[in-house]
């Protein structure tokens, strides 16, 4: 199995020390992203400068192969949707983050889709998965 090279941009250092290195906000994350060209981005919904969902758009429109994951606190329904809206594959909550982190990072990797469960999606969306 060949390893996955995986760019994390979070502003909770916490988060950042336990699951590798970081990056502050989403500018220097879309700029990381078109010079280290990683397999999979973690980002953070809400970070400075540029919040996740424009820097997962950016990321994706200037390499299409490009696999996101957001990792976040927010649960409802409509950024959840959002996120996965603009390409992202994955949506993990961070209390989730020890369950969820790397099966989210294997699926976007392999072109599949991951939402932790507690996300608010319905039945009815796309991305709903039971």
Excluded at 33 to 55: F, H, K, R, T, Y
Excluded at 97 to 118: K, M
């Amino acid at each position: 199995m060949s390893r996955i090279r995986v760019l994390l941009a979070d502003d909770n250092i916490q988060v950042l020390e336990y699951v590798r290195d970081f990056l502050s906000d989403g500018q220097a994350a879309v700029d990381a992203a078109a010079q280290l060209l990683p397999d999979v981005v973690v980002l953070d919904l809400s970070m400075p400068v540029l919040n996740g969902i424009e820097a997962a758009k950016r990321m994706i429109e200037a390499r299409p192969s490009t696999r996101v994951v957001f990792l976040t606190v927010e649960k409802d329904r409509d950024t959840c949707h959002a996120a996965l809206e603009v390409g992202a594959l994955g949506y993990v909550l961070k209390p989730r983050l020890a369950t969820d982190l790397v099966p989210a990072i294997t699926l976007a990797n392999d072109g599949g889709c991951f939402v932790s469960a507690g996300c608010e999606l319905r039945p009815n969306d796309p991305h709903f998965s039971a």
